[in-house]
Structures are given as C-alpha cells and as structure tokens.
C-alpha cells in the first residue's frame, strides 16, 4: 500500500564536514505508526533525525513526506508541511512562559489559526502545564519540561511527530506516564517515530523498529520480534 | 555646592535625558540579541537620523518628532534594505565577516556625512529647544523630558511586540535558542531582517532626540555607540528592564560627574560605575 507511506527516508548518506555518519540509511513510516529508531550513542540516530527535519541535508539519496521530496528544504519549511521534530536534551526557550513556549510551537502558518483548541488538546494531555503555564519554562522539572517540548511539538498540528531520546534522564515511572500520552497522541491520529537508547522499553511499545549501529540500518522489522533477537541483546545487554 | 538641594537639577536632568541612552541601546541590544554582533555602526546610524531629521527640518520645515511619522518606515525599510543585501550575506559566512561589514557601513556614514553637511556641529532647533519647565526650585529643560517620554514610550511600545505578537515571539526565540527556534517554523533571516529594521526604526528615533539635545557631528555616532555599549552591559545582556534602568544610571552618574569633576568626568564617573558593577554582579544589573 504505497499510498500508505507518509516518510520514505532511501539510501541518504550523510556526512559532517568531511566524516561520513550514515551510510545507505533507508526506512519507511506507515501512517498511523508508531516506528521506534533504537541504536547505541554514536550510532547516527540523532543526525538522521536532524537530516529528516531538514536541519542537515543528505548529500545521496532524498526523503519523501506524502510524496514530495523534502531532502533540500529548510528546516523552518519542513514543520510547515507536518514534520514535527522534539529535539534531544529538551531545546525549550529558556526565558519564556510555559504557555509561550507552546504557542510559538504554533508558528507555522498552518497552525496559526488552529492555536487555541491544540493549546486545550494540550493541557487536556498534561494537566500539569497548564497548572504552570506562566511560569519560565526553566523553572520545570526535567519530566515536565519533556512534556513541554512534547506538548510545543504537537502545537505545530504534526502529521508526523519525532522525538529525539524522550526518555533521557527521566525516572522509569515518568517514562511509563510519556508513553501512555503517547499512545492517545498516537489514537488521535498522528504518526510518530521515536529514538532511544532505551531500546527494552521502546521496543514494546513500538509498531515496527529499525536498529541502527556505526551509521547503518542493521536490522528492521516488528518490534516485538526484534526484542526477541539475540543479536540486539548481545550488542545491548550484554546477555 | 551651597546644599543637597541644588543637586536636584543635575540629578533630575541626568535622569531625564538618560532616557535617549535608552532608546540608543535598546536598538543595540535587539540585533546583539538575535544575531549576536554587536553593530558597531548602531551610532552612526543614530547620528544619521540625526541629520535627516536635520535637513527635514531646516530645508522642509517639519518638526523634528513630527517627521518620525516618515522617519520610522523609512529607517525600517532600510534597516531591512541593509540586512539582507550586506549583513546577512557577510553573516552567512562568519559573525566576524558580518562585524567587519557593519565597521565599514559605519565609517561610510560618516565619511557621506562629512561631504553632505561637513564636519561643523549641528543640532535640531524648534520653538521648544529653550524652553524649560519648573519643579518646585528646579529648572529643567524640555527636551530632556521629551527624552524621557519617548524612552518609555519606545519600551512600552517593543515589550508588548515582543510578548504579545508571533513576530515578536519569533525574535524572542530565536535570541534564546536559534536551531529550536527554526525547528518551530521560524525562518532566522526573516527574524534579522525584522530585528535589524526595528533597530534602525529606533535609531531614527535616537537620531531625533539626540539631536534635540545635544549638538552632533558626523563622528558622535563612536562616542554614542560607547555609550549603549556601557548601557546594555550595565543593565544586562537581552533584559529590556536592565536597558531602561541602565539608561538611566548612565544618564544621572554622567549628569553628577559633569557636576563634581566638571567636563572631564562627564564620562569618566558612568564608566567608572560600569566597571564597579560589573566587579560586584558580571552579569549587569538585571542579567541572569
């Protein structure tokens, strides 16, 4: 069903400067999935994201969103068109408002005039953001300030959401609490891709996964059957 | 000095007219907080609309702040004008490039400024230039209240742009954190452009209060740009209160070093105070 498909990342090779990260990295998300990334640090996760939201740019190879080839498009354009990306280490403006920081989420102009019922979408998702919605987004504790970034990500009303190692630093419980957000994110039809090192936890949550070392795409497929291979628990766990 | 009260002339006008330092810096401190390059040709840009508003004035016969009306679009035009065709290309390649650029835009202001109105010493004069008004003993002039006013009328003005308008929200963002800030849809060209505009608009501002109270020349514009300098770094990097109060003390310490140490220490007491600051709180007054 190819009509199915809303990311088609094919063959990119990306570099840094002069250093190559990913080599023949391809993956596709299905709409309504949820499609985890999981890989070791280092492994390139990070740059293929940035690469997808259009903040680097493959130099072979291209990534098509609904059919149009986004690969050379800005970063700024790409959230316009419905790519979402929560970068990793919760980027959130510092010295603005809770309530800020999630409107100017809805800058694009395809979400402008949407603004005030995703603000109520979002509260209704983490009550305890609008409990704190004038405070500076500083002021928050690590778990809420990923639901703020998770929250200003779905402010840009996303067909696909990304987010970039949710799960970093945070206690299991919170954890257990963002993935149960997003399985209604998920319900209320937006697509998302995930990347973690938590690869036990990702996994069962996940549709689908790749698994991704030193820049490639090593294994792809159901999740919960990747769980089960013994490669990733001998590259992760050390089984 | 005969009493403390007649120290209540110089602390008053120092306070009042600190208010133009205000404005000047407030433009600085915009483009400094998006861009992070100091435009070191912000003082002859102010010194420029000094002079328009000069020649609107002597050869068209519009008052000074009436002509602010067309001044504002028009420096907004041309700030945006600068931006994208000079700064920001040189910007794309380093910050340093960009810095280099606004040197040069600045010593061509003052050198088209020596050929069109030679190096003589100008000023606005109107039908309010000598006047002054009186509280209880104290003398004050009006254009010094009329830097205040503005002052706070310039701030009011850009603190709701910036809180209340999603252009606003934009430059507010991306002088926290620009990669995030493209991530949410803002394009940073745009956002310079808007910045840099507005700084210019305030320069045209600048220019004509600056030239309703002090005599100008085409080189002011370093000496003002020292001052802004002073003024944000006192007050605090990206704080729009640190401007204002910074303004302020700037104005009153320059005000009560010209009365104690006479012209010499007219610049050397804000200075000095600069440097007390910024021993006791690195950060300025209202930085975090």
Known sequence: MPEDVLLNVKDIDVFYGTLQILWNVSLEVLTGELVAIAGANGAGKSTLLKTIAGMMHPTTGNIEFLGEDISRKNAYNIVTMGISLVPEGRGLFPEMTVSENLMIGSYNRNARALSKEQLCRVYDLFPILKERKNQMAKTLSGGEQQMLVIGRGLMSNPKLLIIDEMSLGLSPLIVNNLFQVLHEIKEAGVTLLLVEQNVWKTLHEADRAYVIETGRIVMSGDALKLCEEVEIRNAYFGV | ?288
């Open chain 2, 1 to 288: 000095m005969d009493s403390l009260a007649d120290l209540a002339t110089p602390i008053t006008m120092g306070i009042l007219y600190g208010g133009l330092y205000v404005v000047i810096a407030l433009g600085l401190s915009l483009v400094f907080g998006v861009m992070k390059v100091i435009n070191v040709a912000h003082g002859d840009m102010v010194v420029l609309g000094s002079y328009i508003a000069f020649v609107a004035s002597t050869s068209l016969g519009i008052d000074p702040i009436l002509w602010l009306v067309l001044g504002i679009p028009l420096f907004f035009i041309l700030g945006i004008v600068i931006q994208r065709f000079f700064l920001y290309r040189a910007f794309k390649m380093s910050a340093d490039a960009a810095l280099i650029i606004a040197f040069g835009l600045g010593l061509i202001i003052q050198n088209a400024e020596q050929l069109a109105w030679t190096p003589l010493s100008r000023s606005l004069q109107t039908s309010y230039s000598l006047k002054s008004f009186q509280i209880g003993e104290v003398y004050i002039p009006l254009v010094y209240l009329l830097d205040f006013i503005a002052a706070l009328i310039i701030i009011l003005i850009i603190h709701q742009f910036l809180k209340r308008t999603y252009l606003g929200q934009a430059i507010t963002a991306a002088s926290q954190d620009r990669q995030t800030a493209e991530l949410m849809g803002i394009n940073p060209a745009r956002v310079y452009q808007i910045a840099f505009g507005i700084s210019m608009a305030l320069a045209a501002v600048g220019g004509v209060f600056l030239g309703l109270t002090f005599p100008f020349t085409p080189t002011s514009g370093v000496s003002f740009l020292i001052i802004a300098f002073g003024v944000i770094i006192l007050g605090g990097l990206g704080s729009m209160t640190g401007t204002f109060i910074g303004g302020l003390i700037f104005g009153l310490s320059q005000s009560l070093g010209g009365t104690f140490l006479g012209p010499t220490g007219q610049l050397l007491v804000p200075f000095v105070m600069v440097i007390v600051i910024l021993t006791i709180r690195p950060q300025g007054l209202f930085g975090r």
